[in-house]
């Protein structure tokens, strides 16, 4: 059964420091990986999606990375913002449905 | 473009009563899946559609749960006789093409509360 676990659960942190979430997944036999952020009584919204057969993707300040291998992602948030507080998670696509870790919820301070 | 819209936004049912929740896909959205978010928790997948076709249930905690979307569009999520662990945020999400591969855009939720 594929189990997705993020690390850390929560997270404070000062305006402009460099960020790492981590994603990591049981079975490496994945579709492809996605990062959502939710923000509180919202709906999920999509950032980042991977393929199974890439490495990473950015957009803007933030960086995603995918290693099938050893069932690892990380989210890189450059430069983070008050803004950017919010819950993070990792879903993985295996047989159409999405799987999805507890999240990380990030609090960035002024 | 509009996005995927659920109805109602809150929902407060006392335990028994049946509840039917409205997803509204993405127009020409051809998969639409139902999840389910209980408070601190990542969502859960309860149902997925391709079109009309509803191909995979198995995410259903119980036969109280019943999904359908008869047109290929709207789709409606009913809950009968609920119970107070149905007490949860219900996600629906589409996507343009068939299966679960790619991008999947979500809408608001309908949050649940049965007392």
């Known amino acids: 059964k594929q189990e997705v676990t993020q690390i850390p659960a929560a997270l404070s942190v000062p305006e402009g420091e460099n960020l790492v979430l981590n994603c990591s997944f049981t079975?490496?036999?994945?579709?492809?990986l996605q990062w959502f952020r939710q923000d509180p009584g919202k709906g999920l919204t999509s950032l980042l999606l991977?393929?199974?057969?890439?490495r990473e993707q950015t957009s803007g300040r933030l960086n995603a990375s995918l290693d099938k291998s050893s069932g690892r992602s990380t989210l890189y948030i450059a430069a983070s913002q008050p803004g950017d507080s919010a819950t993070y998670l990792c879903?993985?696509?295996?047989?159409?449905?999405?799987?999805f870790g507890t999240g990380t919820r990030l609090q960035v301070f002024p | 473009g509009a996005g995927v819209s659920q109805s109602p936004r809150y929902k407060v049912a006392k335990r028994g009563q049946d509840v039917a929740l409205r997803c509204d896909p993405i127009?020409?959205?051809?998969?639409l899946f139902w999840y389910q978010q209980a408070l601190g928790q990542g969502p859960e997948f309860l149902t997925y559609?391709?079109?009309?076709?509803?191909?995979?249930k198995s995410g259903l905690p119980s036969d109280r749960f019943f999904a359908e979307r008869p047109e290929g569009s709207v789709s409606t999520l009913k809950i009968q006789r609920t119970q107070q662990e149905d007490s949860a945020v219900y996600l629906c999400?589409?996507?343009?093409?068939?299966?679960?591969?790619?991008?999947?855009?979500f809408g608001p939720g309908t949050r649940l509360t049965v007392l």
């Open positions: 999400a589409s996507s343009s093409v068939g299966g679960g591969r790619n991008e999947q855009f």
């Open positions: 079975d490496s036999a994945i579709y492809n």
């Open positions: 991977i393929q199974s057969s890439q």
């Open positions: 879903a993985v696509v295996r047989f159409d449905k999405l799987i």
């Open positions: 127009s020409g959205h051809v998969s």
């Open positions: 559609f391709q079109n009309e076709a509803q191909l995979d």
